[in-house]
């Protein structure tokens, strides 16, 4: 297959943010999978322009300079204003780039719907490389990306799966990391699933008590006692650890196939997690190990108190369980490469080549 130049522009405010993508980019370099890598971290580099225009002109000389095959693209949206002359601007340099629009964000119908800059940019857009399918990747398609492509959420082992004995002694049975945001400051209005998330909390905490904690930031925790404030994200796994299972409520959960990275952080922790189902699960995560699905908070109580009857030797097997599926499954290396795949064989070899990938692809054409 066609060996890329590949231009990778991440969503990351501060330089080096995007550890999994950078990481596994970076190996496929090393590989010869890529001819040419070049990151350029735009809103980094807006920082350092005088004004936005001068940022656009900027990103567009780098562009020009390392005339690319492939332009991947992160997280395009209203807080980095551009239209569609501009994409087509970027695709016009000599070397004819692909260009590659990538959001692990989930977006609503109603609530934090797809902005006017995300669909100029999904106007000029080769391929869409989406995390969740259904209304939002219809409503992809109906700002005009030519491609949708479904690739799920993971994590990176730079900073988690560190693995390391398990304590046989923990301070809490169960923990949930989650934020619990108001929409315009309005007391029990939460972002989709944000309702549910809290009822599953509360109901932890009156059957548990202080065995059950949440941390996370957001007005609707304000004034639960269970709440112990908002972690730093390089944390989660020395927390999760603390417990013997782990709890999460989605936020948008009607999206079908999308879970946010508090799935695979959770797994690749080592400690069996329980969260909520969502329509498609079980394609993209039918082979899951360590993960229980519910379909309610009362079915989240009752999952967590059986998983809390077991021997603490099984919750630990059940744990290294869900380690091994995360790690070979949920790897932001693994999850990129299949990508990068993907884009080499749809846009620039069309079928030819996939008799290369000697592993079940994790990203779908839809």
């Given at each position: ?223 639960e006692p269970y709440c112990r404030g908002p972690i730093a994200f390089n944390q989660q ?130």
């Amino acid at each position: 297959m066609k060996r890329l130049r590949f231009f990778y522009v991440p969503n990351e405010a501060v330089e080096g943010d995007q550890v999994g993508p950078r990481k596994a980019f970076g190996l496929l370099h090393a590989q010869g999978v890529f001819s040419a890598y070049m990151v350029y971290s735009y809103l980094v580099e807006r920082t350092r322009a005088s004004s936005h225009a001068q940022a656009l002109e900027r990103l567009h000389a780098a562009v020009e300079a390392f005339q690319p095959d492939v332009i991947f693209f992160q997280h395009l949206n209203g807080s980095y204003p551009v239209d569609s002359a501009y994409i087509r601007r970027l695709k016009s340099v000599a070397s004819r780039p692909r260009f590659v629009w990538h959001d692990p964000d989930p977006y609503g119908r109603f609530i934090k719907p797809v902005d006017p800059v995300m669909k100029a940019a999904l106007a000029e857009t080769d391929l869409a490389v989406v995390k969740g399918l259904g209304y939002f990747s219809a409503a992809v398609r109906r700002a005009g990306a030519r491609r949708v492509l479904f690739a799920p959420e993971s994590f990176d082992d730079e900073r988690f799966a560190r693995g390391g004995a398990p304590a046989t002694t923990r301070p809490l049975d169960a923990v949930m990391i989650a934020n619990l945001t108001c929409l315009k400051r309005i007391p029990f209005l939460f972002m989709p699933g944000g309702r549910s998330r809290k009822t599953t909390a509360r109901l932890m905490h009156r059957a548990h008590g202080d065995r059950f904690a949440v941390y996370g930031a957001g007005q609707g925790w304000r004034g639960e006692p269970y709440c112990r404030g908002p972690i730093a994200f390089n944390q989660q796994e020395t927390v999760i650890r603390s417990a013997w299972i782990s709890m999460n409520w989605s936020q948008f959960d009607e999206i079908p196939f999308y879970f946010s990275d508090r799935l695979p952080i959770s797994l690749a922790a080592g400690v069996p997690h329980v969260t909520n189902h969502q329509r498609g699960f079980e394609h993209v995560l039918r082979d899951a190990r360590g993960v229980f699905f519910v379909h309610s908070p009362a079915e989240a109580l009752d999952a967590a108190d059986w998983l809390l009857s077991l021997p603490r030797e099984q919750l630990v097997e059940i744990g290294q369980q869900g380690l091994d599926y995360a790690r070979e499954r949920l790897n932001a290396t693994r999850v990129y490469r299949d990508v990068v795949t993907a884009i080499r064989e749809q846009l620039f070899e069309g079928a030819a080549g996939a008799h290369e990938r000697h592993d079940e692809p994790l990203v779908t054409t839809v």
